[in-house]
């Protein structure tokens, strides 16, 4: 009996041991302990860098831990891979806070910086560029508006619960990303402020982007060159200026943007609704496989609009048609209302037509008054499914009012 009991106790203590063995190699390095204040005043940087070399360094599965505080982040920083396995950063409760200042930021672009991580989770955490001191200085000598939050060569990840506020530039920017998700995200910037676009996609394939809140004071989300295999589902955006593809057409050699849904959205008072945009005198560029669909629309000034001619903060060749080719690309099911009375346009380029465009099921009633909404088509012969309030082309539209001629 006494032999067998103790081997029962020494199984337990074995384990009990292989347990701790296992814990400790789970390695969860809180910046705490790595020297972090969490005062808000303290520039916690080099703790959360020490913090991360550790965890990135450590046997998988390890995490970084940011506990509830406020964190001083400066300088900016990278967390770069590529670390030992997959690997988690939780964040819930913690604020993070840059200085306001944009003087202090003059040699990078980006606050935080998260490169070269596959299988990452990123849990929680209020990101706080305190920009309202920069979105009138356009003219900082030696700055740079520094983006948020940068995502750059991430795979296999997630990133959930993620606030971030008042960014000095872009909220969140993305580049050479792979199958990766942002769920849960919630952007917020006032409707003034300047160039704080929502999620902006440079080169990425396979993104899914849901139950997401963007407030903000540009695009909400922005498709760049070389997004491809992106989706878009329960997205809020407003105010802000919409979900754009583009622009495109501005520098030489820029990929395709390609196969793109956006789905379930619920866009407010923002300049533009769902837009494709690229601009005249361009390079040549493609947009193919492009989907807007279930949207609703409250009070959007352009609903629905792909403008060729988009020329904004430039000196444009507006004479030169735009070299960029749309093909494949569908409205379907969008319903609301329109701030001016052209609630559809379709301004395709004169040098490289729209092909197959389909519009389905559209009712965007004009919010401004007695008259009724319309549309504005040119160089596009869009497939018509159902109803299409207002009705667009090819089928002769009424004549708008005479102050819109
Ligand atoms: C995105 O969603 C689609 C459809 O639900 C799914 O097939 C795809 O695997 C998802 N991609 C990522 C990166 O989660
Ligand atoms: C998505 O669709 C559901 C069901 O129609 C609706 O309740 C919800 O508000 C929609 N979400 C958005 C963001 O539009
Ligand atoms: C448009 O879609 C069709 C059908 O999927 C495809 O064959 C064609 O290549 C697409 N157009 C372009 C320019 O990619
Ligand atoms: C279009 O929307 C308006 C305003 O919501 C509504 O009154 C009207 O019945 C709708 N028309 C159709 C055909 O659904
Ligand atoms: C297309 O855009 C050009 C340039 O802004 C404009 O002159 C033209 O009237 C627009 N066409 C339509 C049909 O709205």
């Known amino acids: 009996m006494g032999k067998i009991n103790s081997t029962k106790s020494e199984i337990y203590c074995l384990s009990l041991i292989a347990m701790i063995v296992s814990y400790n190699q789970a ?39 940011l506990p509830p505080g406020t964190y001083m982040a400066f300088p900016p920083f990278v967390l770069s891979g590529p670390c030992k396995g997959p690997i988690e950063i939780k964040a819930t409760g913690a604020t993070i806070k840059a200085p306001p200042e944009l003087e202090k930021f003059q040699t ?4 935080i910086r998260i490169n070269y991580i596959d299988r990452l ?8 560029g305190q920009g309202r001191g920069s979105w009138r200085n356009a003219n900082c000598k030696n700055c ?15 990133f959930k619960d993620i606030t971030s ?38 080169p990425t394939n396979g993104l899914n982007i849901t139950n997401t809140i963007i407030k903000t004071g540009d695009d909400c989300i922005s498709f760049g060159d070389g997004s491809t295999n992106i989706r878009v589902e329960k997205v809020t955006c407003g105010p802000g200026h919409g979900i754009s593809v583009g622009s495109l057409g501005k520098n030489p050699n820029e990929k395709p943007v390609e196969r793109i849904w ?62 960029v080719k749309i093909t494949n690309v569908s409205f ?14 379709l301004n395709c380029s004169a040098g490289s037509p729209c092909d197959n465009v389909e519009l389905a099921d559209i009712n965007l009633t004009y919010s401004g008054g007695q008259v009724t909404a319309s549309s504005r088509c040119a160089n596009v012969k869009p497939k018509l499914v159902g109803q299409i309030i ?8 009424p004549k708008p009012y005479n102050s819109l001629m």
């Open 27 to 65: 390695s969860v390095i809180d910046v705490k302990t790595e020297g972090a204040k969490g005062d808000g005043v303290t520039n916690d940087t080099p703790a959360i860098m020490n913090a991360w070399k550790k965890a990135c360094a450590g046997a998988p599965p390890s995490s970084l831990l």
């Open 108 to 111: 990078t672009d980006t606050w």
């Open 121 to 128: 989770t990123m849990t929680g955490g209020t990101f706080d």
């Open 144 to 158: 740079q508006k520094p983006v948020n939050l940068g995502l750059g060569f991430v795979k296999n990840s997630l």
């Open 165 to 202: 506020i008042n960014s000095k530039y872009f909220h969140i920017h993305m580049q050479g990303c792979d199958n990766t998700k942002l769920e849960h995200l919630t952007l917020d910037a006032p409707a003034d402020s300047v160039n704080t676009d929502g999620i902006h996609i440079g």
């Open 262 to 323: 956006v789905k379930n959205c619920t866009i407010v008072g923002t300049d533009n609704g769902v837009r494709i945009k690229t601009w005249p005198g361009s390079y040549p560029g493609k947009v193919n496989d492009v989907h807007f669909e279930d949207i609703v629309m409250d009070k959007v000034a352009n609903p629905i609009i792909i403008d060729q001619n988009y020329c904004a903060g430039r000196v444009c060749q507006k004479n030169v048609p735009s070299q």
């Open 332 to 345: 379907r099911n969008i319903k609301g209302t329109s701030r001016t009375q052209v609630a559809l346009k």
């Open 390 to 397: 207002p009705p667009a082309c090819p089928v002769n539209v």
